[in-house]
């Protein structure tokens, strides 16, 4: 009995350390330009999985495993982002950034599709999705968040002069 004890006392610490117990405050940023060109237009020109390195100024990209289809794996800025593709469509993809030991974990999501409006033009969407409750304060989440959504709206309109360039 007092060894069963001592292990549900070993396992509540693991759960307790590892913050399982934390309550996730799980956001999501939203952002879409308009394009003056196909979806499949612009899909060709921004659309493949390391082409952040084009529409993300100066940010290298390199594909460590896979093939460009599902599960593959993406490095970047020298290593210190990992981003593995978990969904995708002929005009969109999916990835998700996995654990490290020893960090906190906010679930990392990002999902990009150009989507047609009509034969000629297009929107192209960006969303992520992850936990902002390791931030100190509402100050500091709403900071976060106002700097991805800069970084990402910049990327965007990269992306939307790319399209549209003959």
Not at 104 to 129: C, D, I, Q, W
Not at 159 to 164: F, N, T, V, Y
Request: contains cysteine; charged residues 25%.
């Amino acid at each position: 009995m007092s060894r069963t004890l001592s292990i549900l006392g070993a396992v509540g610490a693991m759960v307790f350390a590892t913050g399982a117990l934390a309550q996730p405050e799980y956001v999501r940023i939203e952002m879409e330009i308009d394009v003056d060109k196909s979806a499949q237009d612009v899909w060709d020109k921004v659309g493949g999985y390391c082409d952040i390195s084009v529409w993300f100024a100066g940010l290298d990209c390199e594909i460590t495993s896979g093939d460009g289809g599902m599960g593959t794996v993406r490095v970047l800025a020298g290593g210190r982002v990992v981003e593995i593709l978990v969904a995708m469509t002929d005009l969109s993809y999916g990835y998700t950034q996995p654990v490290n030991e020893g960090q906190f974990y906010n679930l990392y999501h990002g999902f990009m599709e150009a989507r047609p409006v009509n034969r000629r033009s297009s929107k192209l969407l960006y969303t992520l999705v992850y936990d902002v409750s390791n931030l100190a304060d509402q100050a500091a989440k709403d900071a976060d968040m106002a700097r991805r959504r800069t970084q990402f709206e910049g990327a965007l309109a990269t992306m939307k002069e790319l399209s549209e360039a003959d």
